[in-house]
């Protein structure tokens, strides 16, 4: 379920400032470097809009580096094999499974969107039409963040590692109730729990949960004994 992205941007004293740019910009025009300094400045209402709505920052850890850096990462213990990174929008995951060396270099790429409107409503100062076209760009980016997102949990969450060195193997991290159990075709709260334990012995926390809508609807079904009191 995506997030709406509703959030009020503006303050009333900056939509007065954004209407008085609006209205100067579509009479007299911008220079170049005006139009620059105009568009950082809203990108980070737009990132901020991003940050709220995506679940993909949710699901991962967000790490702001440098323009110059790279994205490389030390291979911290046995757990983090095999590796999965996303090439680019749209790609296959890139399955890390011949570790060399003690890091991983994950792949960069950009994500880009643009937004526009007609001539007519910048002469009339109508900041509401320009507030649509940002929550407009934010959710595309959220929308490409997502969808890369889901790309490389996919396979991360349903491939076996064949072992590499000293790393013995491991069978796809997936979770599953004997097929004689009547459970076994829902959300129940025993495939839940089995859920706890297996990340118990692996040395991690379930904290989140994400279900489909059609498992949301499992849950309605479950008896009151089934609903832990909170």
């Given amino acids: 379920m995506k997030k709406e992205i509703n959030k009020q941007i503006f303050t009333p004293e900056q939509k007065v400032l954004i209407r008085e740019f609006l209205k100067k910009t579509a009479e007299y025009g911008a220079s170049e470097e005006k139009r620059k300094e105009f568009a950082a400045a809203i990108s980070v209402p737009i990132l901020q809009l991003v940050r709220d709505a995506s679940v993909a920052r949710q699901l991962f850890a967000v790490e702001p580096l440098e323009p110059a850096s790279q994205a490389s990462y030390p291979i911290a213990d046995d757990l983090d094999a095999p590796i999965f990174t ?24 950009k994500i880009g969107t643009s937004m526009d409107w007609p001539l007519k409503y910048a002469k009339h100062g109508r900041v509401d039409i320009f507030e ?66 297996a990340m118990k012995r692996n040395r991690r926390t379930l904290t989140d949960l994400y279900i489909s809508p059609e498992d949301m609807a499992d849950t309605r079904e479950w008896s009151d004994a089934q609903v832990d009191e909170i």
């Avoid at 680019?88 to 790429?109: I, K, Q, W």
């Avoid at 790393?167 to 829902?186: E, G, H, K, M, N």
């Fill in 86 to 109: 996303l090439p680019d929008v749209g790609m296959v995951p890139r399955n890390h499974v011949e570790l060399t060396g003690e890091e991983v270099v994950v792949d960069t790429f």
């Fill in 132 to 197: 649509r076209a940002m929550r407009t760009a934010a959710r595309a980016v959220v929308d490409y963040e997502e969808e890369s997102a889901w790309r490389v949990l996919a396979p991360a969450c349903t491939t076996a590692f064949p072992g590499k060195g000293l790393l013995a193997p491991r069978p796809a991290p997936i979770i599953q109730l004997p097929a004689t159990s009547i459970a076994s075709t829902f959300l129940s709260k025993e495939l839940v729990n089995q859920m706890h334990v």
